[in-house]
């Protein structure tokens, strides 16, 4: 139990506050995305205004949905969004009625303060404990996006960078938005070759449909298999008795 124990205190001490730091530290980039005939407003506006409307709740901590931080964004070459902190949590509030009762018995005397103390702090120790750490990893792992513009002639690009956990994941929703759409692997495979050639690779087929044969060669509309016409049909290929196509008896 004690090795456990030891365990979970690792893994959330520990190894969470590495992994969530390396992800502030480390961002998670998009390719270059070009604006073609776009100046640089006009872009900020438009990466701006998805961005706004853009939330993540894969992870969704602290609270997944961004603002523009307009103080660290310069218009019209970078934008800064930043992940909402909740203004408090019901540990915040918890914690902070307790503290707030536990002085009110100063007010009957010291002992009878210093007891009152003592005892809501026995009881209220965990709602401390759970508020200090959801402060904490509320600091450590909130998100952000940076988009950085620049002009390249008539056009602007832009380039993307996703910190932290809920950044990593609002990665993809950028990508269907801003990157160049590509086909899938099954839908772009080459059948020209196949076209070319003929059924089971022979030669390529003359555009011609195959007619069925029945047992003496003859195919459904009276020629042999060689092409030519079968016994007892004119070689022009009308029917027999002069009717022509147009169905006048001559």
């Known amino acids: 139990m004690a090795a456990f124990l030891d365990i979970v205190l690792f893994l959330v001490f520990v190894a969470v506050p590495a992994a969530a730091v390396c992800t502030q530290v480390i961002?998670?980039?998009?390719?270059e995305v070009t604006f073609h005939d776009t100046d640089l407003a006009h872009a900020w506006m438009l990466v701006a205004q998805y961005a706004e409307g853009t939330f993540e709740q894969r992870f969704g901590y602290p609270t997944g949905y961004f603002y523009l931080d307009r103080k660290r964004s310069h218009q019209p070459s970078r934008i800064l969004m930043r992940e909402f902190q909740p203004a408090g949590a019901i540990t915040d509030g918890c914690s902070t009625q307790l503290g707030a009762l536990s002085l009110t018995g100063f007010e009957g005397g010291c002992a009878t303060g210093c007891l009152g103390?003592?005892?809501?702090?026995?009881?209220?120790?965990?709602?401390?404990?759970?508020?200090?750490?959801?402060?904490?990893?509320?600091?450590v792992l909130r998100s952000?996006?940076?988009v950085s513009l620049t002009a390249a002639g008539p056009d602007t690009v832009a380039s993307f960078a996703f910190h932290g956990p809920g950044g990593y994941s609002l990665r993809r929703r950028y990508a269907q938005a801003f990157e160049k759409p590509t086909l899938p692997a099954g839908l772009g495979l080459d059948v020209a070759p196949a076209a070319a050639e003929?059924?089971?690779?022979?030669?390529?087929?003359?555009?011609r449909p195959v007619m069925p044969q029945s047992a003496d060669g003859q195919s459904a509309d009276g020629q042999s298999a060689d092409g030519q016409p079968a016994s007892g049909q004119p070689a022009s290929g009308r029917p027999a008795g002069g009717r022509h196509a147009s169905g006048s008896v001559t």
Not at 27 to 31: A, F, I, Q
Not at 198 to 207: D, Q
């Open 144 to 146: 952000r996006v940076d």
């Open 117 to 139: 103390f003592f005892v809501i702090a026995f009881i209220g120790a965990p709602f401390f404990l759970v508020s200090a750490c959801d402060r904490f990893f509320r600091l």
């Open 27 to 31: 961002p998670l980039r998009l390719g």
């Open 198 to 207: 003929g059924p089971e690779g022979g030669a390529p087929s003359s555009g």
